[in-house]
Antibody
Framework: QVQLKESGPGLVQPSQTLSLTCTVS????????VSWIRQPPGKGLEWMGVIWSNGDTDYNSAIKSRLSISRDTSKNQVFLKMNSLQTEDTAMYFC???????WGQGTLVTVSS | DVVLTQTPPTLSATIGQSVSISCRSS???????????LNWLLQRPGQPPQLLIYLVSRLESGVPNRFSGSGSGTDFTLKISGVEAEDLGIYHC?????????FGGGTKLELK
């Protein structure tokens, strides 16, 4: 069955770079897009960006200058890198498949010194 | 960017009650290909969102038929015909017609 799983550090220091991995199984990343979405504690969902099946990317304009999404098709993994983290970037980070049919469990990232 | 406005932000219901949630878009969600890409998600406490409805009214596999979606253009509605305890959580609408994809602010369904 389809599974997505996020992994990465739970704690990041302010001004540092966040690196997250989404490992996908049961679904080919070359046939499906994968999005990153985040949810600050007690708040709503924010779409961050997507890597399309052809490898092109689109980003939320509010964070575009800090964000990069890439992939390793041989490992069926999608990566998120976001720099210059601040406390307001503290959130649960999710990856999800095309049309949001499948989601990972999420990984909590806390930005704190 | 397309803004999705969900109302009400909080909904209190008793078991068995029928409820509706509205999602209004700042632009028409009708795509040039004729489809309207408006989905509904449910996020239970401590869980990731799950897809309930896609393309306005199509029920995702395994979702009970007490859930239904309707609407067109800029106005959409999710209806639950007979709330059950497992339905409690936050409901989100999301549009994927226009870039960037955007979510509504969410509607929290709680027990009265």
């Amino acid at each position: 069955q389809v599974q997505l799983k996020e992994s990465g550090p739970g704690l990041v220091q302010p001004s540092q770079t966040l690196s997250l991995t989404c490992t996908v199984s049961g679904l080919s990343s070359t046939s499906n897009s994968v999005s990153w979405i985040r949810q600050p504690p007690g708040k709503g969902l924010e779409w961050m960006g997507v890597i399309w099946s052809n490898g092109d990317t689109d980003y939320n304009s509010a964070i575009k200058s800090r964000l990069s999404i890439s992939r390793d098709t041989s490992k069926n993994q999608v990566f998120l890198k976001m720099n210059s983290l601040q406390t307001e970037d503290t959130a649960m980070y999710f990856c999800a498949s095309s049309n949001f049919a499948y989601w990972g469990q999420g990984t909590l990232v806390t930005v704190s010194s | 960017d397309v803004v999705l406005t969900q109302t009400p932000p909080t909904l209190s219901a008793t078991i068995g009650q029928s409820v509706s949630i509205s999602c209004r878009s700042s632009q028409s969600l009708l795509h040039s290909n004729g489809n309207t890409y408006l989905n509904w998600l449910l996020q239970r406490p401590g869980q990731p969102p799950q897809l309930l409805i896609y393309l306005v009214s199509r029920l995702e596999s395994g979702v009970p038929n007490r859930f239904s979606g309707s609407g067109s253009g800029t106005d959409f509605t999710l209806k639950i015909s007979g709330v059950e305890a497992e339905d409690l959580g936050i409901y989100h609408c999301v549009q994927i017609t226009h870039a960037p994809r955007t979510f509504g602010g969410g509607t929290k369904l709680e027990l009265k």
